[in-house]
């Protein structure tokens, strides 16, 4: 089997929801010498995509997403260890994300944090219906150039306003870009809010992460006077 066979193969097992043929087809994936990012980025992660984008066409329901995060997850278990000790691992930065407050969604964040990992963040996952102050202490603690705030509903949205607000008030905003995830949210309603950008796809957000550490890495080098 070649290797963009097996790699259609597992985000069929994604798509057909087969919770018990996904980890073989990892395990003979990575026996056949594919990196474990490619297994996540164009695997696994490529069928979880294509069930969001059924979700979103009306053609498959909640409870079918469920299912596919459950079979995504399986699989990404296998897979994880061995992105942790990958060469490229963790050297663009570290982020702090959780879901805001008033917010319990976690399935968008469980497929994100994975693909950022893979993508060479350190990603340091707080949980879900945070307190504002939650990410204060988290970036005090953890250090993070991106913060990425979990706002999956409208209805929480003033939360993203307020846990900016408490981080300027912290005096930490200048150290840090924030981006905002979920399908409720786009790049004008996050800075509107007082964030950086935003993204409903993990994949194009992990290009938005790359250009904010680079805008992040400019504005220090002109604050220090260096061109
Ligand atoms: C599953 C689900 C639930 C589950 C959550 C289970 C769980 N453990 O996560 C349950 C049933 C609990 C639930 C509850 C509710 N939900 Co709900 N839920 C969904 C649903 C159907 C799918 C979400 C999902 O998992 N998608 C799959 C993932 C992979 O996609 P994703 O979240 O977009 O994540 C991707 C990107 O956004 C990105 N990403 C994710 N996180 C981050 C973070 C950062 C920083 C970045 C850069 C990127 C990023 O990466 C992912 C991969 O590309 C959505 C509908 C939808 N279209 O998304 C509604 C939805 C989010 N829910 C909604 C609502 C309203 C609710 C409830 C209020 C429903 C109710 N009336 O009870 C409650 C509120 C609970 C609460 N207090 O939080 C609304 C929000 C509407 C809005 N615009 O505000 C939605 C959009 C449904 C709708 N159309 O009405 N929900």
Known sequence: MGVPEQLARLADAVERLDLDGVRPLVEEALAQGIPPADVLANGLSRGMQRVGAQFNAGEVFMPEVLVAS???????????????TADQAHSLGTMVLGS???????????????VFEAGGLRVVDLGEDLEDEVFVDAIRTHRPQIVGLGTYMTSTFMHTSSTVAVIEKAGLRAQVKIICGGPAVDANAARRMGADDASDDAWAGLQKIK??????????????GIS
């Open 70 to 84: 459950e079979v995504y997850l399986a699989g990404l278990a296998l897979v994880r260890p061995l992105l942790a």
């Open 100 to 114: 805001i407050h008033g917010d319990i969604h976690t399935v968008g964040k469980q497929v994100a944090i994975p």
């Open 211 to 224: 250009r904010l550490l680079a805008e992040l890495a400019g504005g220090a080098r002109a604050a220090e």
